[in-house]
């Protein structure tokens, strides 16, 4: 086994590991910081399959940005809500969450099922992109060009886009902010 495989099964261990512990946790500031792990090694994953510049866009947006928001939220919030949230029955299998864990059991299994029916190696749409030299190497320089096109091309819907962002962030502060008693 090469090292980058015994990274790579890592990487995919501490993602799966910490997605579980998100899900199944009940103290919600873990399972927010695990969710950053969840990300950053999603975002490894990324570099392993030479798309350096999904993996920058994981950093950045996600972990960067959504975890942030999430940790504003949680910082803000009142302490009454976060108790609603602490009432909620917490048995591993119990009946408000069979639906969710039943869809996700189909779902995996329609997944491997799946997998193991495809033949990677003789796709037909693979074999036209390698006999035509269409494949992406390592070498490419795609993030100088997407970089290029956001700052030329694409800044108007760019910066929409940041002053949605920021919108959404101003109304959750507005939102989770305390409102004085008045008695």
Do not use: C
């Not at 993602?15 to 990300?39: D, E, K, N, P």
């Amino acid at each position: 086994m090469s090292l980058a495989q015994i990274i790579f099964y890592v990487l995919t261990a501490i993602a799966i590991g910490s997605a579980a512990f998100v899900v199944l946790s009940q103290h919600l500031v873990r399972s927010v910081f695990m969710f950053f792990v969840t990300l950053f090694a999603v975002a490894g994953l990324y570099v392993f399959a030479l798309a350096d510049f999904v993996a920058l866009t994981q950093v950045v947006i996600y972990v960067g940005g959504v975890l942030v928001l999430l940790l504003f939220a949680f910082l803000l919030s009142s302490k009454e809500s976060l108790q609603g949230i602490e009432n909620i029955p917490s048995g591993l299998l119990s009946a408000h969450r069979i639906p969710g864990a039943l869809i996700s059991v189909l779902f995996l299994a329609v997944l491997g099922f799946t997998f193991f029916q495809i033949d990677f190696e003789n796709l037909d749409w693979i074999k036209a992109s390698i006999a035509n030299g269409n494949v992406i190497s390592v070498s490419d320089n795609t993030i100088r060009n997407i970089g290029i096109n956001l700052m030329s091309k694409y800044l108007l819907p760019l910066e929409m886009v940041s002053i949605l962002l920021m919108m959404v962030l101003i109304g959750a502060a507005h939102i989770a902010r305390k409102e004085p008693k008045v008695d």
